[in-house]
């Protein structure tokens, strides 16, 4: 896994400068000759091959092209374009407010088959309650400086969203530790409604609620952030200052390597809901 959250995304646009440095050099070319054939400044050229500008898809062609392989500019394309999603910082993504965030996933939620995903710190967004949801993110809001706060608007469009739990042609496997159960959002009212909802939807026949008992002997050793494994095209992974995509089938390879050993150290159905009871009567 990559030491920073943008260390992956510098890898994968690394790959892509070297590709088009390789198609240049193969195709005989200096850097003040392509750039000339392909009608920009030959700074620019560097820029690219160094991995400082990312190439726009027009580059990408016009480069193939001058350098006689037009057939691998799509690949390449698509490699530049997986590059540049991958890091996403989260003030990028929420400067138009928390709710629009959680209605740009709505399409893509429908469109998935297979949910799967490891919590180490929170419930999993599509099994929280509203009271939950809304004291989560008025909290992220407040902390990531979002130019307005509107939490619980979020919260109505994140739980508008979940609502694909019930739709049918969808699997959700979900992990999370015991500790999330403890980790108090909202008043206890809320808290109460929250694990309440975690022994009704964790019933449900589409979902497999699975709890890593903070007493485990098998637990890796190593710390796990929190990932979502969306079919087997995508893992998005979460951390304080972005959110990083990633699409390397080695990469998810590994993401799914992780599940499976986090899956094993959990317990289910009549252990999990115990679990869960148990958080309840904490509450006092």
């Known amino acids: 896994m990559p030491t920073s959250p943008s260390a992956a995304a510098q890898a994968a646009r690394e790959v892509v400068a070297l590709r088009l440095r390789d198609l240049r050099k193969n195709a005989g070319l200096t850097v003040v000759e392509l750039a000339g054939r392909c009608g920009w400044h030959h700074s620019k050229t560097s820029r690219i091959e160094n991995a400082v500008t990312a190439p726009s898809a027009n580059d990408i062609r016009a480069w193939a092209a001058v350098c006689g392989a037009p057939e691998l500019a799509q690949d390449l394309v698509t490699r530049s374009l997986n590059a540049e999603s991958m890091y996403n910082e989260w ?20 469109d998935t088959r297979l949910f799967r995903i490891y919590s180490s710190t929170m419930v999993p967004g599509l099994l929280q309650t509203e009271g939950y949801a809304a004291a989560l993110l008025s909290n992220i809001a407040d902390f990531r400086d979002v130019p307005f706060n509107d939490g619980a608007d979020a919260a109505v469009a994140r739980v508008t969203r979940s609502r694909v739990i019930h739709e049918p042609g969808h699997r959700f496997v979900m992990l999370m530790e015991e500790s999330v159960l403890y980790s108090r959002l909202g008043d206890a009212d809320a808290m109460a409604a929250q694990l309440g909802h975690l022994l009704t939807a964790g019933a449900l026949p589409q979902v497999s609620l699975g709890i890593i008992p903070m007493a485990t002997r098998k637990r890796v050793q190593w710390p796990v952030e929190t990932f979502h494994v969306y079919d087997d095209n995508l893992v998005s992974v979460e951390f304080l200052s972005a959110q990083v995509n990633i699409t390397q089938p080695s990469e998810i390879a590994l993401y799914l390597k992780a599940f499976e050993r986090l899956r094993a150290m959990a317990v289910y159905g009549a252990d999990a809901r115990a679990l869960i009871v148990r958080a309840v009567d904490a509450l006092g």
């Not at 003030?91 to 399409?107: A, C, E, I, N, P």
């Open 91 to 110: 003030r990028h993504q929420v400067r138009r407010g928390m709710k629009q965030l959680q209605d740009s996933l709505v399409q893509f939620f429908h």
